[in-house]
Each structure stands twice: as structure tokens, then as C-alpha cells.
């Protein structure tokens, strides 16, 4: 497809494939800066860490949490920036030590920037801000900042942000437990993940091409899990399209009755829990269901169930190569826009930031006590 500035989609597109170099980009960012020593200085001693986000920065917050905890062996979860804002008993419920990361690419998300308030002001919490964008109000109200400038983008929808904020903080998670492995990972990261996607392009536009569907879903567990629900944001702000997420074996237990030939599931295999997931696969394509598997290798029961096999091929740590899994959820979101005749860079009733009417919005420091 030739495109120039005026072709729906272009910026998507472009910020989509540069995400390896962003990935390189960035992780020069924190190492030219002090911001592992800030940290490590700040947060020392932190036994809880949580992730608070909105919409795409939550799913964020889903992947990194439960990275978080297997590279550092410390408590770490997620919690929706707007759950926190009406009930913060129940967030905050038995929180010790606790470190909050409020993550904004913008750095302009009304509830995230409302939960950095009543963290640092009426909880007296410090917390840590990762976003993309400079001079911002969150990293005022913050009392450290994680800056990703690289992974700024011109789209509505995040992409390069996405996995960049991800890596990012996997790649802080690793420095602060001392595991130079994983570590090292990341800096091998955006050159093997360029490889794939450079073939994944043209494979995704050719299978969306010659498929229709009624209803999408994506699967995956574990940090995957994460990753699976900013897969289906990806086809729901691009394409217009109805798509839900799951936990893999839970889509056993009542969503499987939506399989068709109709409907596309997208699974995110882990090696972790491969058979166990591998067996959910064989099951939904016995049922007749249409499916795109990602693995990071795969074996002939896979090869078999798959429509379309994305085998990512990478000699990494599983944990160091989650953020390649959302590629062909991003693509896949993007070329089904295309073909319905949508401009994925402008997906109608979205924009690029939430920001909420401060005198009509419910959401006020009058919080919901249990």
C-alpha cells in the first residue's frame, strides 16, 4: 500500500512499524538520565508497588504489574485509575510501603492526574509518573518522573507508546532487582522484534483482506493477559468492531458459545502455560472458530489450529519479549479499519486525551466510603 500524509491510517502505520526503534530510543533515554537511581532512591522502601492507568495506560498497568513481581519478587498489582478515584478504601485496602505509578502518555489524563492528587496531597504517597509528554501536570503533581519523549505520537490510538511505557518499566524492574539477563534482553529486543515485524505487515493485511468477521476476541494469561486486552482496544478504537478479552481457559466457561467461522480468536500462547492453552486452542477450532495464534514458538498441535501462525522466533527471556505479542493486534485493528473504509488515525468519538469536565464530572474527592 502506497501512502502519503493524506492516506487514512498513515500515522498509525508509521508509528506502528517504528517501534523497535523506539524501543532503542528510549532505553537511551534512561540510560543517559538518573532516573533507576532516583528510583531506587525514592522508592527503597516500597514492599507493594501499584500500576494505575486508563484505558490502554491500565492495560499497561495489568502487563507491568504482574512483570513487575516475577523480576522483582515484591507485590505488585493493578488498579484503574477511576477505581481508585470512587472507592480507594477498597484500592488501597491493607496498603503498606506502597509505591503508586501513574501512567499518562499525555501526562494530561483527567482520572490519572485526580488519583496522583489524592495520593500525593491527602495520602501524603509519593508516587512515580511515566508518560510520554513533556512538561506536563502530572509530573508536577508526581514526586519522580519516568519520561519517554521517543514514544510520543501524532495518533489517537497509542501504539509505540504502549509497548514503549511497557518495556520501560520491565526494563526499570530489572535494573532495581540487579538481573543484568533480563536486562541485557531488553537491548536485544528492538533489533530481533524489527525482524518480525517487518514480515508481519503484508501477512496481517493479507489474511484481513481475505476474512470477514462478526465478533473478535483475544485470549491470553498471565502478564499476557494485559497485553490480550490492549490487542481488542486495538480493533475496537481502529476498526469500529466489536471485540472482547479473556483469560484464556476462562473463554471455556460461557463466552465459547459466540464461536463461529465468524468470529476471529486471537490467542496469545505463553510459554508458561503453553499446553494448558494450546488444549483451549484445539478446542475453539474443533468448534469451527477462525484463529490467529502468536506464539513465540510453536509446535505441530498450534501449527495445526491456527489460521494464521505468528511465531515471533525470539531467544529472550519470556518476560523480555511481551511487548512484540501486541503487533498483530495493533495491525490486525489497522487493516480492518482500512477495509471498512475508517481513517484509524482519527477513530470517531475518541481523542488522543480524556479530559473531564471538572464542574459536571462525578468523579469529585467526595469518594465513596465502604
Known sequence: MTQNASTPGTHTLAEILSQPQCWTDCLKEMESGKIIDDIRKRFRDATEWLFIGCGSSYYIALSAAASWSAITGRRARAVAASELLLYPELALAGAKNIAPVLISRSGRTSEVLRAGELLEGEKNIRTLAVTCSPNQPLEKIASTTLALFSADEKSTVMTRSFTSMLMGLQYAASQLANEPAIANAFQKLPGAAGIVLSDLRSRIEGFVS????????????????????????????????????????????????????????????????????????????????????????????????????????????????????????????????????????????????????????????EHAAL
Open 210 to 365: 481475505a476474512h470477514t468477521f462478526a465478533d473478535y476476541i483475544c485470549l491470553g494469561q498471565g502478564p499476557l493477559f494485559g497485553v490480550a486486552s490492549e490487542s481488542t482496544l486495538k480493533l475496537t478504537e481502529m476498526s469500529v468492531s466489536y471485540a472482547q478479552c479473556f483469560h484464556t481457559l476462562e473463554f471455556r466457561h460461557g463466552p465459547k458459545s459466540i464461536v463461529s467461522p465468524e468470529t476471529l480468536v486471537t490467542f496469545l500462547l505463553s510459554e508458561t502455560s503453553y499446553e494448558a492453552e494450546c488444549e483451549v486452542l484445539e478446542e475453539i477450532k474443533g468448534l469451527g472458530g477462525t484463529t490467529l495464534v502468536v506464539a513465540n514458538r510453536a509446535d505441530e498441535r498450534a501449527r495445526k489450529s491456527a489460521d494464521l501462525l505468528v511465531e515471533l522466533g525470539l531467544d529472550l527471556p519470556e518476560l523480555a519479549r511481551l511487548a512484540p505479542y501486541v503487533f498483530a493486534g495493533q495491525l490486525t485493528g489497522l487493516y480492518t479499519g482500512l477495509k471498512k473504509g475508517l481513517d484509524p488515525d482519527n477513530p470517531k468519538n475518541l481523542s488522543r486525551v480524556v479530559i473531564l469536565d471538572e464542574e459536571r464530572s462525578p468523579e469529585k474527592p
